[in-house]
C-alpha cells in the first residue's frame, strides 16, 4: 500500500501543455548558447543529447563548459510571471488537498521555482519535505544521492511509496530502488519501460483508488 508520494514540479503539477516548461527549455537552450559561444539551434541540439549523461543542463554546463554562476543560470532560466504561463486551474488544488496520503516534493528546479509554483495553486503546506536542486549540491535526478537523500527524510520503506514525474528517466533509478512509479504523460510520448502512466495530475486520485487498496 502507498503511503508517501514523491511529486515532482515542472510539468507533473501543472500540465506540459500549458507552455511553462517549454518555456523554460527555450530559456536554457539560450543561456546555453551564450555561454559555450554557439547559435540557438546547435547549443539547443548539443545540451539535448548531452544532458543524457549528466541528468540536467546544468551539471552538464558546470563539468563541461566551466560554469561557475550557477544562482545566475537558475534565475535566468527560470520565469518569474508564473500566473503568465499555469492555467489556474482550481482542480489541481482540489485533488491535491483530497489526497489522504503524506506527500513531499523532490525537483531539479530550485526552491525560488518550486514555492512561486506551489503558492501559485495554494497547496505548498501540502508536502513535506520540499527538496530541490539547491539541497542535493546541485546534483539532480537521477543521481542516486538524491533518492536516497529524500528516502531518509520521508523514512518509511520503499516499496510503500510513489514517485510521480514526468521524465521517464528519473523514474528509472527509483524503481530499480524497488520504489513504485508514475509517469505524467500528457502527449503520449513513446516509452521505454511500462511504467503506470496518467495523462495529468488530475487523474491521479481515480488512479490511487483503484491501484492503493
Known sequence: MIKHIIFDVDKTIYPESCGFGDEMDRRISQYAAKHINLPF????????????NY????????????????DHYLDFVHPIDVESYLPNKEEIHNILRDIDIPMSILSNG?????DRILHFYNIKDLFNPIIDIKMNNLKGKPYI???????????????QILFVDDVEDYLIPFHDMGG???LINETSKKTRMNFDQLKNILELSDYLKKNNK
Open 55 to 70: 541528468g540536467t543542463t546544468l551539471r552538464w554546463l558546470q563539468l563541461e563548459h566551466g560554469l561557475t554562476d550557477t
Open 180 to 182: 513504485n512509479v508514475l
Open 145 to 159: 544521492e538524491v533518492y536516497e537523500k529524500i528516502l531518509k527524510e520521508i523514512n518509511l520503506p520503499i516499496n
Open 110 to 114: 530550485p526552491i525560488e521555482n518550486v
Open 41 to 52: 539551434e546547435v547549443a539547443d541540439e548539443l545540451r539535448k543529447t548531452s544532458v543524457k
